[in-house]
């Protein structure tokens, strides 16, 4: 059995959204991230950095679970676990895997960053806004850039990268980004959206304990 430490946020919807399309049988545990003392107690059995995602999984051959934290770590595990959506040829693992790496150090953080300083909006984070916010639109236009001829970031393949990358892309236009300028991304955006298993995990989770079965 696969258990999820989770809520409804970009880093939780990356998972659901793989779990989704490799059709796992899973349970949710919902952390809300609103009631801080009972998210501690939550993570804090399983993960010493006390954050979601966490998976455990165990059904691992063992008396021990498995337990891995760690978005971009998590979809690697389950790529690997089901065998799907990372490529066993060189160029397009390796191509995933850059795209997965560059989603979690920058898209994310990024992204993560020039929200937080937004909602404090304090006159003197004026750098913050102008650093975090230049680095947001900068890193679209290398995305943009990079789906020039390509119809997923890992070339031909829908792979974990894209899912990665969407749940964070899906909130941009908050974030002040015009899709007219980067269209392409706007169409993969779409295309990504329209997949079946996005939409359930987008639904998920109820954020009451749930059995995915
Ligand atoms: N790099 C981590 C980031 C995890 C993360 O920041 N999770 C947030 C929610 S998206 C969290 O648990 N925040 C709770 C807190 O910081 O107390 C990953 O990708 O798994």
């Excluded at 760690?70 to 066993?88: D, H, P, T, V, W």
């Excluded at 937004?118 to 995305?143: N, S, T, W």
């Amino acid at each position: 059995m696969l258990d999820l430490l989770t809520w409804g946020t970009p880093n939780g919807h990356k998972v659901h959204i793989m779990l989704e399309e490799c059709n796992a049988v899973y349970r949710i545990h919902p952390a809300d991230l609103n009631d801080k003392p009972g998210f501690a107690a939550l993570l804090a059995p399983h993960s010493v950095n006390g954050k979601i995602p966490v998976l455990i999984d165990s059904d691992v051959g063992s008396d021990q679970p498995l337990t891995v934290f760690e978005s971009g770590a998590i979809l690697i595990y389950l790529a690997e676990k089901y065998q799907r959506f990372l490529s066993q040829q060189p160029v397009e693992r390796s191509a995933a895997l850059q795209w997965l790496m560059f989603q979690m150090s920058a898209v994310g953080p990024m992204m993560g960053q020039f929200s937080h300083f937004r909602g404090r909006a304090k006159p003197d984070d004026a750098y913050a806004l102008e650093r975090f916010g230049g680095e947001v639109r900068r890193i679209h236009a290398v995305m943009e850039q990079h789906l020039q001829n390509k119809t997923y970031f890992a070339g031909g393949a829908y792979s974990i990268a894209d899912m990665a990358i969407f749940p964070w892309l899906r909130l941009s236009e908050k974030f002040g980004i015009p899709w007219a300028d980067f269209p392409r991304l706007h169409d993969w955006l779409q295309r990504i959206q329209a997949r079946p298993a996005v939409q359930r995990a987008l639904a998920l989770p109820s954020l009451s304990p749930t059995t995915r079965t």
